[in-house]
């Protein structure tokens, strides 16, 4: 008897613990039911409406900076260099002189074809009179005159000899790198530094063909370069009228102003032409498309059917067209209006329950400028 009542204590014990557990285990089946009844919870996403818009047709470009002038600076006549009168990166004026050589031998030559053309000047002027007295001939007269006419022509090549042994900036600008020394002997055609103009800078650049019949002078332009700071606006100046049979493209010149001096022969630019036309658009941001293999989709937020005052996305697919900026065109799958999932779309699935935050939701730009770009 004293055995069977710790028995009956611990099977009471067990008992009890194995209710209490059932009931535990009941109620979190029940509680499973409930939550697969409900569904997964709403996800948190940003929204945006989709807007129509009109976009004026632009080109795209890379381009090439070209200066106004710009030449490199040699010499005519061989010769040793005996002054060089400027430093690299001089700012010159048109005329001034930049580099002299050797002309002993030249002048040498001049003093004594000066001095003949002097003795024939008054050969023919004693000729002259002497034939009005009638003791001098026609034909020594015609002989003084020859000889005049051929000193002078002697005297004009020397100091033309000597005239191409000074070289001069041919055009206001800036200089290169001098590439010549004083003592050193050039012959014809050495380089001697380089003369850039800073007047006028040109930006050449190139199109595809197929928009040959949209291009004309005066077009407006947008030069950039950000990562030095170049923002500029220009004009088309010219179109070349021949198309490029290696590249099928069209090249174009433009012109701008750059007060700054921020644009240098060489640099490469971003060129966006902007044409006559414009087309009206659905545009969305870039972060609202997923984009998939099987095609690009977007999530449009709805009235949720079963439970009111929910909302649900539905996956829509698109077809995207051009891209400008934070925005993306919609071609085809949108009307306009519709209110789109802009941040978080790639965690929903089509029907999914979603929960709008748009505190956090980012404003998208039509000229993006990064703080770290």
């Known amino acids: 008897m004293k055995v069977l009542i710790p028995i009956v204590a611990v099977l009471a014990v067990v008992g009890g613990l194995a209710a209490v557990k059932a009931n535990q285990i009941g109620t979190l089946i029940e509680a499973g039911k409930a939550m697969q009844k409900a569904g997964p919870p709403p996800e948190t996403v940003s929204t945006i409406e989709t807007r129509k818009d009109h976009w004026v047709a632009t080109l795209a470009s890379v381009g090439?900076?070209?200066?106004?002038?710009?030449?490199?600076?040699?010499?005519?006549?061989p010769g040793i260099v005996t002054r060089i009168r400027f430093e690299s990166g001089d700012q010159v004026k048109a005329g001034q002189v930049?580099?002299?050589?050797?002309?002993?031998?030249?002048?040498?030559q001049l003093a004594s074809a000066e001095a003949r053309l002097g003795l024939a000047t008054t050969t023919l002027n004693r000729t002259r009179a002497l034939i009005k007295e009638g003791v001098a001939t026609g034909a020594e007269l015609d002989s003084a005159e020859a000889s005049v006419k051929g000193s002078t022509a002697e005297v004009s090549a020397l100091r033309g000899?000597?005239?191409?042994?000074?070289?001069?900036?041919?055009?206001?600008?800036?200089?290169?790198?001098?590439?010549?020394?004083?003592?050193?002997?050039?012959?014809?055609?050495?380089?001697?530094?380089?003369?850039q103009s800073e007047k006028e800078e040109y930006v050449d650049f190139s199109v595809p063909q197929q928009y040959f019949d949209k291009l004309r002078r005066g077009l407006p332009v947008t030069i950039t370069a950000r990562e030095t700071g170049i923002d500029l606006k220009g004009v088309v100046a010219a179109v070349?009228?021949?198309?490029?049979?290696?590249?099928?493209?069209?090249?174009?010149?433009?012109?701008?102003?750059?007060?700054?001096?921020?644009?240098?022969?060489g640099m490469f630019v971003n060129v966006?032409?902007?044409?006559?036309?414009?087309?009206?658009?659905?545009?969305?941001?870039?972060?609202?498309?997923v984009y998939?293999?099987?095609?690009?989709?977007?999530?449009?937020?709805?009235?949720?059917?079963?439970?009111?005052?929910?909302?649900?996305a539905r996956q829509q697919f698109v077809k995207l067209g051009e891209t400008r900026g934070d925005f993306v065109e919609?071609?085809?799958?949108?009307?306009?209006?519709?209110?789109?999932?802009?941040?978080?779309?790639?965690?929903?699935?089509?029907?999914?329950?979603?929960?709008?935050?748009?505190?956090?939701?980012?404003?998208?730009?039509?000229?993006?400028r990064p703080a770290n770009r």
């Open 330 to 368: 919609a071609v085809k799958g949108l009307k306009g209006g519709e209110t789109l999932v802009s941040a978080g779309a790639f965690k929903l699935r089509n029907g999914a329950r979603v929960s709008i935050n748009n505190k956090v939701g980012l404003a998208p730009k039509m000229d993006p």
């Open 161 to 195: 000899q000597i005239a191409r042994k000074v070289v001069e900036a041919p055009f206001a600008g800036k200089l290169g790198i001098r590439s010549v020394n004083v003592g050193q002997y050039l012959s014809p055609g050495t380089s001697i530094t380089t003369l």
């Open 64 to 77: 090439s900076v070209e200066a106004g002038k710009g030449v490199a600076i040699s010499n005519d006549s």
């Open 272 to 289: 966006s032409v902007l044409l006559d036309s414009q087309r009206d658009v659905i545009a969305l941001p870039v972060t609202s498309v």
């Open 240 to 265: 070349d009228p021949a198309v490029d049979p290696a590249t099928r493209t069209v090249t174009l010149r433009a012109t701008t102003s750059d007060p700054d001096k921020k644009l240098r022969p």
């Open 98 to 108: 930049l580099v002299e050589l050797d002309t002993s031998v030249e002048r040498a």
């Open 292 to 312: 998939a293999p099987y095609g690009d989709s977007v999530f449009v937020i709805e009235d949720d059917p079963k439970a009111p005052g929910a909302k649900i």
